[in-house]
């Protein structure tokens, strides 16, 4: 059977409230990064991305942060709904065709 | 309508048997791209076409191979299946490498 995997970092937060998830990247000759959301059972749905030539993009909804100097970026999903509970992943890339995923986070929203 | 089709969904194969798994696009993209999920694991990149070039990570298993005989089409061959390769298969596609990727949902492998 499937080997038994890491436990993800997991974020709580009331529905309605703003929601920040974080991510550090490890490559500083990455200059793609990706947000995707995992629902259970389900593949990785494409969220919002951002160049390293820009520090904030928005969507609806969604705000991403990218922090170059400490390669760090954040997600952040303004009034969160119940639908938003997921598990979130940033990628990065370094311009070919390798993204390269993080840890993951998981997000519960509570009623 | 789903835009990236993986079949089947839910695939069970014995020890040491070879087993077949497929992937569909109806976005005409360049790129497609086969990753391995254990659980509670980021996806993990094992090959990807762009086009007919066949590209694959250093780190992947001679186990795992793969096909793309045309556009729409490819297929993941686990020739020797071991326990260690029980986990979710996702093929997704993109445009280009710096484009957003687009995910089927996965078919989940079990090895008896």
């Known amino acids: 059977g499937e080997s038994v995997g890491l436990h993800l970092p997991t974020l709580s937060v009331q529905e309605g409230d703003n929601s920040i998830i974080n991510c550090a990247y490890s490559?500083?000759?990455?200059?793609?990064f990706i947000w995707y959301k995992q629902e259970s059972g389900k593949g990785p749905q494409f969220i919002i991305d951002i160049r390293s030539n820009m520090d904030k993009r928005q969507g609806q909804r969604v705000t991403v942060l990218l922090n170059k100097t400490v390669k760090h970026l954040s997600l952040q999903i303004a009034a969160t709904q119940p639908g938003d509970s997921a598990v979130y992943f940033c990628a990065e890339n370094t311009g070919g065709f390798k993204t390269i995923f993080g840890a993951g986070t998981r997000l519960f929203v509570k009623a | 309508d789903a835009m990236v089709i993986q079949n089947p969904r839910y695939q069970v194969t014995q020890f040491g048997k070879p087993v077949t798994l497929s992937c569909s696009q109806t976005l005409n993209h360049n790129v497609m791209y086969w990753y391995q999920q254990k659980s509670s694991q980021a996806p993990k990149l094992l090959f990807h076409y762009y086009d007919k070039d066949f590209n694959n990570e250093a780190d992947t298993p001679d186990n795992f191979q793969s096909r793309r005989p045309n556009t729409s089409f490819c297929f993941l061959d686990i020739r020797s299946p071991g326990l260690g390769d029980a986990a979710m298969y996702l093929c997704?596609?993109?445009?280009?490498?710096?484009?957003?990727?687009?995910f089927g949902d996965g078919t989940r492998l079990s090895i008896l």
């Open positions: 997704a596609t993109s445009g280009e490498g710096t484009q957003p990727q687009h």
């Open positions: 490559n500083s000759a990455s200059d793609y």
